[in-house]
């Protein structure tokens, strides 16, 4: 039996049918096709498919979908604005904040999450900000530079 | 001796290069930050069949009888996959070039081995009703006495882990149960020492656990072949693997990787590619694969968890006169790659150090643990470990500053090490050098002095006498109790002659030419007890280095040569 489910994905409207106890996860990248969060464990404990909820950063694997209906969800596919990229996604790519690039979706919303209700985080705000979300390459120091430097950088704009 | 020459490049070098010092952007990272980077699991196709797998809730069972009819029975299932369906059920994957005996099925039949092991794959409509069916599936087992420890699996009586190997150990050159360093006399090294320290060191097996699960993605295409989307971290060396368990030929299949989760080593064992293409053979349809976050940490394979004893000599003033290094490696109940990591380490034992007399004794030794493999510097990592803490234990002993200590017993260009080649380009003095400077920690000016270039060969490049063992390397029963179902390979590339043809099937239909002579050095295992015969000059001779053509060889460090 499968149930309808409406929310806006980055600002536009979306209609998906999920079974019963199906994650937004499954929703998303099975359903609506936006395959930008990443499945990593499945338990809530790697942070590769957080997305943004009303504002809050949510792991979309032990989110159910049925919760969503009605929802504003932001994935990393809307977060370019056509060829310009979020100060984010500029940052992370000068601070070399990424390297297989399977946390960085995740990451980067995590970031954005933080940066969307607090700009001018101190560091050890973004470590606790991306406290839930494993990178297994980078060491994240370069991922805290490069959070740091997209929050200096956008408060120029 | 071989030697890596710019020569062998020289066809292929540019002199514009002008990078060193700049940061140079990553060619994936816009992907990578836009979302765009497209992983394996982000091939979406119509009609994609989900496949999943049972495995062994024991450590050591044999199977007395599986009953997949109810789950053939459950609501989308579209195939049920056993051992007998999967074309050639035993593998091993250094067998592509000669490297041990086949020893992993597929899908278990009459055995399992390890907690976790896969018995029965199911292709279902989703990967909950391949689960639900998967629950549907009976098997009947008998539990077995299973051995967790490397020492107690080698000791006579105890279970055989993988009939293979009835001794629970991997074969080298198909004769010797383990490898073996001999370089000097270290029993009269520890008699003349002022100290001796024999420690015991355990690593733990170390999981890769990248970001991404292990998993494959196989569609059929057009003119019968199957496209294969995977993350494996050897796209070739996967390739062949699924062609040799599915028998067909390497040309039926198209396999698209380069993008990989995080692999660390965890990537290379094709774990899930030869079951999706089955999958996708028997079904008709894309077949989907991925493991579950317990399966990667119980089925896929981790760093071998290693116990290490070193017991050294050493003198007041801080010289080690004789090391003696014995290891073994926990394979777990298959080979997979750590036969390979125990010659890694042979190959690295004493460490960077040139110590008069060493002594070194690996195995490799199969329990009912999780298959080990590569990770991260597998067979070295773990033993430099142990070496390290051995340094700063003995560095206490000699009442010495531990960089001092270890600026002391570095090995310099010219010393002869013991494997009886040259040391050239050492660096472990300058190393060290640089990392008191960074830490700010004082050692006195006649090691801020030393370099690398001076102090070495003389007395230090001459082979020591060494001692023949009063025990020869145990001859192994050679898999007295087990058939293969294809004739054995062939023994390992540097000892197989050069002119020989290939021995088995696979590598005849795939038509590998026999490796070129390696010029490796003979592995010291197989010097006692008979002094080794003289070598051939071709063994000794490095390859030309002018004008590299087709066929002429490269080096390589895991087979010492690989065809160009």
Same mark, same amino acid.
């Given at each position: 039996?499968?149930?309808?489910?409406? /929310?806006?994905?980055?600002?536009?409207?979306?209609?998906? /049918?999920?079974?019963?106890?199906?994650?937004?996860?499954?929703?998303?990248?099975?359903?609506?096709?936006?395959?930008?969060?990443?499945?990593?464990?499945?338990?809530?404990?790697?942070?590769?498919?957080?997305?943004?909820?009303?504002?809050?950063?949510?792991?979309?694997?032990?989110?159910?979908?049925?919760?969503?209906? @009605?929802?504003?969800?932001?994935?990393?596919?809307?977060?370019?604005?056509?060829?310009?990229? %979020?100060?984010?996604?500029?940052?992370?790519?000068? %601070? /070399?904040?990424?390297?297989?690039? /399977?946390?960085?979706? @995740?990451?980067?919303?995590?970031?954005?999450?933080?940066?969307?209700?607090?700009?001018?985080?101190?560091?050890?705000?973004?470590?606790?900000?991306?406290?839930?979300?494993?990178?297994?390459?980078?060491?994240?120091?370069?991922?805290?530079?490069?959070?740091?430097?997209?929050?200096?950088?956008?408060?120029?704009? | 001796?071989?030697?890596?020459?710019?020569?062998?490049?020289?066809?292929?070098?540019?002199?514009?290069?002008?990078?060193?010092?700049?940061?140079?952007?990553? &060619?994936?990272?816009?992907?990578?930050?836009?979302?765009?980077?497209?992983?394996?699991?982000? !091939?979406?196709?119509?009609?994609?069949? !989900?496949?999943?797998?049972?495995?062994? =809730?024991?450590?050591?069972?044999?199977?007395?009888?599986?009953?997949?009819?109810?789950?053939?029975?459950?609501?989308?299932?579209?195939?049920?996959?056993?051992?007998?369906?999967?074309?050639? #059920?035993?593998?091993?994957?250094?067998?592509?070039?000669?490297?041990?005996?086949?020893?992993?099925?597929?899908?278990?039949?009459?055995?399992?081995?390890?907690?976790?092991?896969?018995?029965?794959?199911?292709?279902?409509?989703?990967?909950?009703?391949?689960?639900?069916?998967?629950?549907?599936?009976?098997?009947?087992?008998?539990?077995?006495?299973?051995?967790?420890?490397?020492?107690?699996?080698?000791?006579?009586?105890?279970?055989?882990?993988?009939?293979?190997?009835?001794?629970?150990?991997?074969?080298?050159?198909?004769?010797?149960?383990?490898?073996?360093?001999?370089?000097?006399?270290?029993?009269?090294?520890?008699?003349?020492?002022?100290?001796?320290?024999?420690?015991?060191?355990?690593?733990?097996?170390?999981?890769?656990?990248?970001?991404?699960? #292990?998993?494959?993605?196989?569609? $059929?295409?057009?003119?019968?072949?199957?496209?294969?989307?995977?993350?494996?971290?050897?796209?070739?060396?996967?390739?062949?693997?699924?062609?040799?368990?599915?028998?067909?030929?390497?040309?039926?299949?198209?396999?698209? +990787?380069?993008?990989?989760?995080?692999?660390?080593?965890?990537?290379?064992?094709?774990?899930?590619?030869?079951?999706?293409?089955?999958?996708?053979?028997?079904?008709?349809?894309?077949?989907?694969?991925?493991?579950?976050?317990?399966?990667?940490? &119980?089925?896929?394979?981790?760093?071998?968890?290693?116990?290490?004893?070193?017991?050294?000599?050493?003198?007041?003033?801080?010289?080690?006169?004789?090391?003696?290094?014995?290891?073994?490696?926990?394979?777990?109940?298959?080979?997979?790659?750590?036969?390979?990591?125990?010659?890694?380490?042979?190959?690295?034992?004493?460490?960077?150090?040139?110590?008069?007399?060493?002594?070194?004794?690996?195995?490799?030794?199969?329990? #009912?643990?999780?298959?080990?493999?590569?990770?991260?510097?597998?067979?070295?990592?773990?033993?430099?470990?142990?070496?390290?803490?051995?340094?700063?234990?003995?560095?206490?002993?000699?009442?010495?500053?531990?960089?001092?200590?270890?600026?002391?017993?570095?090995?310099?260009?010219?010393?002869?090490?013991?494997?009886?080649?040259?040391?050239?380009?050492?660096?472990? *003095?300058?190393?060290?050098?640089?990392?008191?400077?960074?830490?700010?920690?004082?050692?006195?000016?006649?090691?801020?002095?030393?370099?690398?270039?001076?102090?070495?060969?003389?007395?230090?490049?001459?082979?020591?006498?060494? =001692?023949?063992?009063?025990? $020869?390397?145990?001859?192994?029963?050679?898999?007295?109790?087990?058939?293969?179902? *294809?004739?054995?390979?062939?023994?390992?590339?540097?000892?197989?002659?050069?002119?020989?043809?290939?021995?088995?099937?696979?590598?005849?239909?795939?038509?590998?030419?026999?490796?070129?002579?390696?010029?490796?050095?003979?592995?010291?295992?197989?010097?006692?007890?008979? $002094?080794?015969?003289?070598?051939?000059?071709?063994?000794?001779?490095?390859? $030309?280095?002018?004008?590299? +053509?087709?066929?002429?060889?490269?080096?390589?460090?895991?087979?010492?040569?690989?065809?160009?």
């Amino acid at each position: 039996m499968k149930t309808p489910v409406q /929310f806006r994905l980055n600002d536009q409207p979306v209609a998906v /049918f999920v079974d019963g106890g199906d994650n937004l996860l499954t929703a998303l990248r099975d359903g609506v096709g936006d395959v930008t969060p990443k499945f990593g464990c499945g338990q809530g404990a790697c942070g590769a498919c957080t997305v943004i909820v009303e504002g809050e950063p949510r792991l979309a694997c032990i989110t159910l979908a049925e919760a969503c209906e @009605g929802a504003r969800v932001e994935t990393l596919a809307g977060l370019r604005r056509g060829p310009d990229l %979020h100060p984010l996604q500029s940052a992370f790519m000068e %601070h /070399f904040a990424a390297q297989c690039g /399977f946390c960085t979706p @995740g990451m980067i919303m995590a970031a954005k999450a933080l940066l969307d209700r607090n700009p001018r985080p101190s560091r050890e705000e973004v470590v606790e900000a991306i406290a839930g979300n494993i990178c297994r390459c980078t060491g994240y120091e370069p991922i805290i530079e490069a959070i740091l430097a997209a929050a200096a950088s956008a408060r120029r704009y | 001796m071989l030697e890596f020459r710019k020569d062998y490049f020289a066809d292929e070098r540019r002199d514009d290069l002008d990078v060193i010092g700049k940061g140079v952007q990553r &060619q994936d990272m816009l992907g990578h930050v836009t979302g765009t980077t497209t992983f394996f699991d982000d !091939h979406k196709m119509a009609g994609m069949g !989900h496949l999943k797998v049972l495995r062994s =809730p024991h450590h050591h069972a044999r199977i007395r009888h599986i009953d997949v009819s109810q789950a053939e029975r459950s609501p989308g299932v579209r195939r049920v996959i056993r051992g007998a369906d999967v074309p050639r #059920n035993l593998n091993t994957l250094l067998g592509l070039i000669g490297f041990g005996k086949d020893d992993e099925p597929s899908l278990a039949t009459t055995k399992v081995r390890y907690r976790g092991e896969p018995i029965v794959a199911v292709v279902a409509d989703s990967e909950r009703l391949a689960h639900e069916a998967l629950a549907r599936v009976r098997v009947d087992y008998d539990p077995l006495p299973a051995v967790f420890d490397v020492e107690e699996a080698l000791k006579p009586g105890a279970p055989t882990v993988n009939d293979v190997y009835p001794g629970n150990a991997f074969e080298y050159h198909d004769r010797f149960d383990h490898q073996r360093v001999r370089f000097g006399d270290v029993e009269a090294g520890f008699r003349s020492a002022d100290h001796v320290l024999e420690q015991r060191y355990q690593m733990s097996p170390i999981e890769q656990a990248p970001t991404e699960t #292990n998993g494959s993605i196989a569609a $059929p295409e057009t003119n019968g072949r199957f496209v294969v989307y995977t993350p494996t971290q050897g796209l070739f060396f996967s390739l062949d693997t699924c062609a040799k368990i599915l028998d067909v030929e390497s040309n039926a299949l198209h396999f698209v +990787g380069g993008t990989a989760g995080g692999g660390f080593g965890g990537k290379v064992d094709s774990l899930t590619e030869p079951l999706a293409i089955l999958g996708a053979m028997l079904t008709g349809r894309p077949v989907r694969y991925v493991l579950g976050r317990e399966e990667e940490m &119980q089925f896929g394979g981790p760093r071998s968890g290693e116990r290490i004893v070193i017991k050294d000599g050493l003198m007041r003033d801080g010289r080690i006169v004789a090391r003696k290094v014995t290891v073994w490696f926990d394979s777990g109940a298959y080979t997979r790659l750590t036969s390979y990591g125990a010659v890694k380490c042979a190959a690295h034992v004493p460490g960077p150090y040139t110590i008069p007399a060493v002594h070194g004794d690996f195995y490799c030794v199969f329990t #009912n643990r999780t298959p080990a493999t590569a990770m991260r510097g597998f067979g070295v990592t773990g033993v430099d470990f142990a070496l390290e803490c051995q340094m700063d234990k003995l560095a206490a002993l000699a009442g010495m500053d531990p960089m001092e200590f270890r600026i002391l017993n570095a090995y310099r260009d010219g010393d002869m090490k013991a494997h009886r080649r040259e040391a050239k380009n050492t660096a472990l *003095v300058e190393c060290v050098q640089v990392a008191a400077e960074k830490a700010r920690w004082p050692i006195r000016e006649e090691f801020r002095r030393a370099s690398s270039r001076t102090g070495g060969g003389g007395e230090r490049a001459r082979i020591p006498p060494t =001692p023949k063992d009063t025990s $020869p390397p145990k001859r192994t029963a050679g898999g007295s109790t087990y058939t293969p179902s *294809v004739a054995p390979p062939p023994a390992s590339s540097w000892d197989r002659p050069a002119a020989s043809p290939p021995a088995t099937p696979f590598q005849e239909r795939f038509a590998m030419p026999p490796p070129p002579p390696a010029p490796m050095p003979r592995p010291a295992s197989s010097q006692p007890p008979a $002094p080794p015969p003289p070598e051939p000059a071709d063994r000794r001779e490095p390859p $030309p280095p002018a004008a590299p +053509g087709p066929g002429t060889t490269r080096f390589s460090s895991v087979f010492g040569t690989r065809r160009r």
